[in-house]
């Protein structure tokens, strides 16, 4: 996928289209329809490599992706614009499996700035990304309170809520740090379950001295079903960079 997805632990654990060409590109309908066919040259006429963008590794988390959840399914739409005038996109994926007794359904967003040099894209930065996986026939609501994006050595809150009274229900959770090379590996840490006293997790942690990200990732266990999220800070040296 055109994200850097983060297919969680608790999944093992983040067919070809008609032959009618694709859309002029570079255009976002053109990249959707790329990332959702499954012909091996589909994302050569609208990718090529340049900053922050390497067309074979987004094949490859693609096929990850879906080995995982073989229904998923990409949805590219425009994004605001930031300050400085540049366009943004929104990048979405969505999946569903089954696991013995267990459904589970994945969501991934990221907005990002795209690049462009004659008919393909050839940069991309990103802005914010979230991923969210959920067990059962009803998704747990769950709210996830992690700010997009925090000043160097600040000392912030990560909040994941439940968004419904436990009612006596017995949850436990875990959250912990994820490194640079798990999210490029897809992999998750190996996260620590705790019993929660109260209706989510709460914690207060600090940004890093140096700019750059800091990624987090949650599991939450309840009687009605488990999620698992992940979620990416920005970590920025001065407060006129905290929003674009």
């Known amino acids: 996928m055109l994200l850097r997805p983060f297919l969680p632990a608790a999944l093992a654990l983040l067919a070809c289209l008609s032959a009618a060409p694709l859309r002029a590109a570079p255009s976002l309908e053109a990249l959707q329809e790329a990332l959702n066919s499954t012909s091996r040259t589909g994302l050569e006429v609208v990718l090529e490599a340049g900053p922050g963008l390497d067309p074979d590794e987004v094949r490859r988390r693609r096929l990850l992706l879906r080995e995982q959840f073989p229904d998923a399914h990409w949805s590219v739409r425009p994004g605001p614009r930031l300050k400085d005038g540049r366009s943004t996109t929104y990048i979405t994926v969505e999946g569903s499996t089954r696991a013995g007794e267990q459904s589970f359904h994945f969501q991934a967003e990221q907005q990002l700035v795209l690049g462009a040099s004659g008919h393909r894209f050839n940069s991309q930065e990103l802005l914010r990304e979230s991923t969210v996986l959920r067990s059962g026939e009803h998704a747990l609501p769950v709210s996830l309170l992690i700010p997009d994006a925090v000043l160097t050595g600040e000392r912030y809150d990560l909040d994941v809520v439940f968004d419904q ?3 006596g229900a017995v949850v436990a959770g875990a959250l912990q740090p994820v490194t640079p090379g798990e999210l490029l590996r897809l992999e998750s840490p190996d996260l620590q379950l705790e019993a929660l006293g ?47």
């Open 165 to 167: 009274p436990l009612d």
């Open 198 to 244: 109260g209706g989510g997790l709460f914690k207060r942690v600090q940004a890093p001295y140096q700019p750059g990200w800091q990624a987090w990732s949650v599991l939450l266990v309840h009687p009605d079903g488990i999620v698992v999220a992940s979620k990416q800070v920005r970590v920025v040296a001065t407060p006129s960079e905290l929003s674009f």
